[in-house]
């Protein structure tokens, strides 16, 4: 058992469906808030319960080379360890393939996927972690398994990230659980102007069977999947898109 305290970490936790589970999650344990401007995430600490509780992780993801340094010398000097890491930063660029250059690849694949894979190989080394790890969240998206026009890196990236989820289901099992939440049309500040469109809403309403989504129903997921109540649940998708993906519906 280790004496050092035990954090929840969770990346892109400055806004959207990041802020809303690290609110939910507040109040039941320890938060390592993650993100890139510090402004947003001292907003997110302060919606928590017990702001003092939480650390706050300023970084940029697309540093991918100094991911590992940041995240060992966070846990270090804070005598922290992760049992639990939910992978919610995402990046979204949308771009016809003719335009797109190699830096806009690297960049969704760096914040979307490789970070993830440097965060959690950092945590499953002994020295950093004490092999406290026990479940893994990757926020995802139902794109990784449908395709739309000018999403090809987003659907990539997804699709990538939901691949690994599989993959490390079988490797860490049976002490890691490792799913991903795939959410379909969520409000955030990310989608704003997509729902500023009366088109786009129109469309919303008759694909949604039950509506758009809200940030706490992707946490409200979390919540669950991270609690001992999915304690035989690894390696899935759990879609939560309002019935979107059973659709089939013509207008």
Same mark, same amino acid.
């Given at each position: *058992?280790?004496?050092?305290?035990?954090?929840?970490?969770?990346?892109?936790?400055?806004?959207?469906?990041?802020?809303?589970?690290?609110? &939910?999650?507040?109040?039941?344990?320890?938060?390592?808030?993650?993100?890139?401007?510090?402004?947003?995430?001292?907003?997110?600490?302060?919606?928590?319960?017990?702001?003092?509780?939480?650390?706050?992780?300023?970084?940029?993801?697309?540093?991918?080379?100094?991911?590992?340094?940041?995240?060992?010398?966070?846990?270090?000097?804070?005598?922290?360890?992760?049992?639990?890491?939910?992978?919610?930063?995402? *990046?979204?660029?949308?771009?016809?393939?003719?335009?797109?250059?190699?830096?806009?690849?690297?960049?969704?694949?760096?914040?979307?996927?490789?970070?993830?894979?440097?965060?959690? =190989?950092?945590?499953?080394?002994?020295?950093?972690?004490?092999?406290? &790890?026990?479940?893994?969240?990757?926020?995802?998206?139902?794109?990784?398994?449908?395709? !739309?026009?000018?999403?090809? &890196?987003?659907?990539?990236?997804?699709?990538?990230?939901?691949?690994? *989820?599989?993959?490390?289901?079988?490797?860490?099992?049976?002490?890691?659980?490792?799913?991903?939440?795939?959410?379909?049309?969520?409000?955030? !500040?990310?989608?704003?102007?997509?729902?500023?469109?009366?088109?786009?809403?129109?469309?919303?309403?008759?694909?949604?069977?039950?509506?758009?989504?809200?940030?706490?129903?992707?946490?409200?997921?979390?919540?669950?999947?991270?609690?001992?109540?999915?304690?035989?649940?690894?390696?899935?998708?759990?879609?939560?898109?309002?019935?979107?993906?059973?659709? *089939? =519906?013509?207008?």
């Amino acid at each position: *058992m280790t004496s050092r305290k035990l954090y929840t970490l969770i990346t892109g936790s400055s806004s959207g469906i990041g802020r809303a589970i690290a609110i &939910l999650l507040s109040a039941q344990r320890n938060l390592i808030i993650h993100g890139r401007d510090l402004e947003r995430l001292e907003s997110t600490r302060n919606q928590c319960q017990d702001p003092v509780r939480h650390l706050i992780w300023q970084f940029d993801l697309k540093n991918i080379e100094q991911l590992a340094d940041s995240v060992t010398a966070l846990l270090s000097e804070n005598e922290a360890c992760v049992d639990c890491c939910i992978h919610c930063a995402g *990046m979204v660029t949308i771009l016809p393939m003719r335009t797109i250059n190699h830096k806009t690849v690297q960049d969704i694949l760096n914040v979307n996927v490789l970070s993830a894979i440097e965060i959690i =190989s950092t945590l499953l080394k002994k020295k950093v972690n004490d092999q406290q &790890l026990r479940s893994i969240i990757f926020i995802s998206s139902i794109w990784s398994n449908f395709g !739309a026009r000018g999403y090809s &890196l987003y659907c990539t990236s997804k699709g990538a990230l939901d691949s690994l *989820m599989r993959a490390l289901a079988v490797e860490l099992a049976p002490d890691i659980r490792v799913n991903s939440v795939l959410p379909g049309a969520v409000k955030t !500040a990310m989608a704003e102007q997509g729902f500023s469109d009366p088109v786009i809403v129109e469309n919303l309403k008759h694909d949604y069977l039950l509506g758009p989504g809200e940030a706490n129903d992707i946490a409200y997921a979390v919540e669950f999947l991270i609690s001992e109540k999915a304690r035989w649940i690894t390696g899935q998708q759990i879609i939560v898109d309002g019935g979107r993906t059973i659709n *089939m =519906s013509l207008k």
